[in-house]
């Protein structure tokens, strides 16, 4: 592996522990959780693992006797977060700590290694090697849920053979909440294996009362906004283009928003504020329009317009045409033998219902043909591939040229187009991602050994210097409710949407106004930086600074 | 202005200097100097500033006798680059250096800010808000040409009311050529202007046996590498997608070798290459297609492809096309009457050259509707702004299925589209390219002190560490030869295009089947690091290296 002089630096990197996890350690349990609702339910289908204490990891004076010899196994699941490869060397240099025979072994490409036994020993070499970068290419990961008993089953076999007595996986909600099902599973069937989840996923939706932040959303951030002030400076410079900017993040918009604050946009679009005062599309153009206006009024044709991928799904309308192309086109042979793009129109036209039949014919073709001809394998419009970014620049440009027309707009209208996601999910972690992972990931291993299963390996008190960071597990149980999945209520561990009465929303509300006017307020936030000043180097999000009031 | 704490810290950088611009300064003159080509022409044109001699900065024992005061404008021209800030800094620094009476004033929005008098006097306030920064944004920038004699005349007319002795322009290829011309005739005139140019493009392509590099070519490379590793790390997590990534670079491809170095993505493809071996789109396509079924056959259905911005124009027949298609279109009012994009393309197609005619129906809908439809304001297709990543990632997924339809083809192709330009234009300069703008910038005012013009500030020797550098001016004169430009000779600076025989692209060539093969080869170079280990934060770029011999 040829590595670059940072990659080679970053190897060396020690990250920062709470004072706890330094030393011995010894965990203190709380009183007994409940779930945040559906109590009932959830303790019905969660009877062993439901109800459990919080822990808290302390200092202790002495060692715990050397414990017997142990095997864990790890899984990386769902899409890549900075940050994963240090809860693997933290869960690593944790087991060796406890007793130096202990193994840890990778589950390879994802929960599938585990149902079908592909796995390797993870060793001191191999750990090394990524300690502090980015990716999950050291196992892979994977998208299989591990829902089904038989993939159970199959894991108790696998674990048997590699006399593994803990699984941890590293994953977003579904994942976790999966994690803890496999923990109920195999308490009742006594087998032994304990399950530890882990929090991860760059969108930032797996945040609860217990869980500050999830890792890698961090980083991603940074990386995103780095790149924003990049343009925005650009924008300042050359004064000529608008730039729209579509950001990773489908189904909340938590990443435009921390990169909102970060960087002070003109324009940032949050797309539970487009549902809960059930805007339409032509609500947001007209919205990102008046801004516009008002900038070229005072001589400037230039800004910047930060877009959540998931926009298109949170507007109403847009939710029902798009939900109508999917029942009218999902096997539709007519539809597949029509010849030419403009009869193609014309029958999506003549099928829809008079209010998508509107929508439909007032977007752009390119975007109107991509909801008809590009589908997934089961035949449904693929929206995370639309474009957006394009979208809104195409629909602004026609009612900017008919404000033109009529001389309400003065000004030239220019734009360009940026998606950013794939450049923010490997990145090397920031040293926030690096510290939280090792610590999360050293916290499991005293989870493990004390024991426990269907806990979630947390660190807390994110906004202080990591010494005083607060490590400990939660019962998975008690981040849980019922919720309906594919027409059946399930448990599940609640996504995190932007709340639009939290602090983090409510400083862009009360800002945006002044972001968006004529004293262009662009904050420039450059690369992340590993080796510089703390306040450089060592501060976390501003999301999570709000959400805790800290400075 | 609110500042992000990089910012902030970045304020206080001292940048690195040449030994011999940290004390006193002594010019040393080399032997009368000839163009590169076209001597006699050359010197005819430009009779007071042809064969002035290369000047070399020395440290000197004692100070000169401080100089009366003098006025110094500087103008930003063109294209942002990370540094120009510096360059400014460093001239005012130097200016109050010699004696703290001088002026500097900034002219508006590029060199139309000289012609129309629009200018603002830098004082220490405005420049300590803008060291080490990204962007053009302290003064503006503008591409508006200086070749008009009433320009100049209009520029002597400003310069007098301000009491400006010498113009400082920061510029591209053609910047600095009419710099020249500007000081020629400012010679003629005998109005005691003086004009000193520095050399900016992250192009990389104002280069050549005087000019090592041209600032922000650095900065901006690593911003883009930083990604390119990134989305690299992603694509060997995921193992699910081919990343097509276009950089910016339109005339030359240096941008795209120089991440390919730094990144070793599986394939890079080089423009000029591609024109010097005549090759066709199909060419590309079919090389592309080799390596991502070699791939596919060891299991690896994922990779990175770099692409030049400006391939497009580099493809013979490409560049015939679009010439046919600027003829034809150009005020043809029978087309735009046209109604229907399918009857539009039949139209198109009924007009070309059989070749070209050929060409036209092997391109995706898209691309050809774009090359039809899109046309700037003298109906010229707008090359710069077809999505060629798209074009090729929708060609070569039509040869691989084509492929897979006869069994050669066994993988899986799912790709994912990328442009990076504007995120690295104006980032923070990297330590590099602060370092060596901050040093033209002092060098300049030397040149300026001693009453120097027409020539380049220009710093050298840049592989060693920054005091090693060497400063001094190079007359511009000597860069020049006679090029056609609208059909008439011109004397230009010559454009560096990439040297296929020269030590950087001979090491892509070496290597690239190594990198493309199934034992991936990527590096991740990382963000931008300021504080880090020398190793880490000061080195050129590795086209800097590979041309100079350095390890």
């Known amino acids: 592996m040829q590595k670059s002089p940072l990659q080679i630096a970053r190897q060396s990197y020690k990250p920062k522990m709470p004072i706890a996890l330094n030393g011995h350690v010894r965990l203190v349990e709380g009183a007994a959780t409940q779930s945040v609702a559906d109590q009932k339910e959830i303790k019905e289908l969660f009877p062993n693992t439901y109800g459990l204490p919080v822990i808290t990891m302390e200092p202790a004076q002495s060692s715990a006797a050397q414990s017997a010899s142990i095997n864990v196994g790890v899984i990386l699941s769902g899409g890549q977060a900075p940050g994963g490869h240090n809860v693997i060397a933290g869960l690593f240099d944790g087991l060796k700590a406890l007793n130096p025979a202990n193994k840890l072994y990778g589950f390879l490409g994802g929960p599938s290694g585990l149902i079908e036994g592909k796995y390797q020993e993870l060793t001191a070499d191999i750990i090394d090697d990524y300690r502090n970068t980015g990716g999950f290419d050291i196992i892979g990961s994977g998208r299989t849920k591990l829902e089904e008993t038989w993939q159970f089953d199959n894991g108790i076999e696998v674990c048997k053979k590699l006399g593994i007595k803990a699984v941890v996986i590293i994953g977003g909600d579904d994942s976790n909440t999966n994690a803890c099902v496999l923990a109920e599973y195999y308490l009742q069937k006594k087998c032994g294996i304990q399950v530890i989840g882990c929090p991860k996923t760059i969108d930032g939706d797996l945040k609860n009362e217990m869980i500050e932040t999830s890792f890698g959303f961090d980083t991603a951030c940074k990386v995103y906004s780095e790149l924003i002030g990049n343009i925005q400076r650009d924008a300042n410079s050359a004064k000529k283009y608008w730039h729209f900017i579509r950001l990773m993040g489908r189904s909340a918009s938590h990443i435009a928003l921390e990169c909102a604050l970060q960087s002070q946009p003109n324009i940032c679009l949050i797309s539970e504020e487009v549902e809960a005062k059930n805007m339409t599309l032509n609500d947001i153009v007209e919205q990102i329009v008046e801004v516009i206006v008002d900038r070229a009024n005072a001589g400037l044709n230039f800004g910047t317009i930060l877009i959540p991928e998931g926009l298109i799904e949170f507007i109403p309308a ?43 014919r007032s977007l752009p073709k390119g975007i109107a043909r991509q909801l008809t001809l590009d589908r997934d394998p089961h035949g449904n419009v693929m929206v995370s591939q639309i474009e957006t970014e394009k979208l809104l620049i195409e629909m602004v440009g026609k009612r900017l040229a008919q404000l033109k027309a009529n001389g309400t707009f003065k000004g030239k209208f220019s734009a360009l187009n940026h998606f950013f996601g794939y450049e923010g999910r490997c990145a090397i972690p920031s040293n926030f991602d690096a510290d939280y992972c090792y610590s999360i990931g050293v916290t499991a291993t005293h989870l493990i050994a004390a024991g426990k299963t269907g806990y979630m390996s947390l660190v807390r008190n994110l906004t202080k210097p990591a010494a005083e960071w607060i490590a400990g597990g939660v019962p998975i149980t008690m981040m849980m409710n019922m919720e309906k999945r594919n027409g059946k209520m399930k448990p599940v561990i609640q996504k995190a949407l932007v709340d639009l009465n939290g602090a983090p929303f409510l400083y862009l509300k009360n800002h945006r106004a002044e972001w968006a006017d004529a004293n262009t307020s662009y904050i420039y936030p450059g690369p992340v930086q590993y080796y510089g000043p703390t306040e450089v180097c060592d501060q976390p999000t501003r999301t999570l600074k709000l959400e805790h009031n800290a400075k």
């Open 318 to 360: 847009m939710r029902i045409l798009i939900q109508e192309l999917n029942d009218m086109l999902a096997n539709n042979e007519e539809f597949v033998a029509l010849e030419g793009d403009d009869a193609k129109r014309e029958y999506v036209k003549s099928m829809l219902t008079p209010a998508s039949c509107e929508l439909y």
